[in-house]
């Protein structure tokens, strides 16, 4: 797994997270999702790219 897909994992298991019913956050899962699409498009860097 490379290191861009590592972060969207994160953010995947976040957004899971903020979706749950007990911790029900929709403002921040959204925040999430545009980090993500923001990656996934080259737009942002992941978490990890500057890593070595």
Not at 38 to 51: A, Q, R, W
């Amino acid at each position: 797994m490379d290191k861009k897909e590592l972060t969207i994992w994160g953010y995947l298991n976040e957004i899971e997270y903020c979706l749950k019913v007990d911790t029900l956050n929709r403002k921040r899962a959204l925040e999430l999702i545009g980090i993500a699409r923001d990656i996934l498009t080259g737009k942002m860097k992941s978490d990890f790219e500057d890593c070595k």
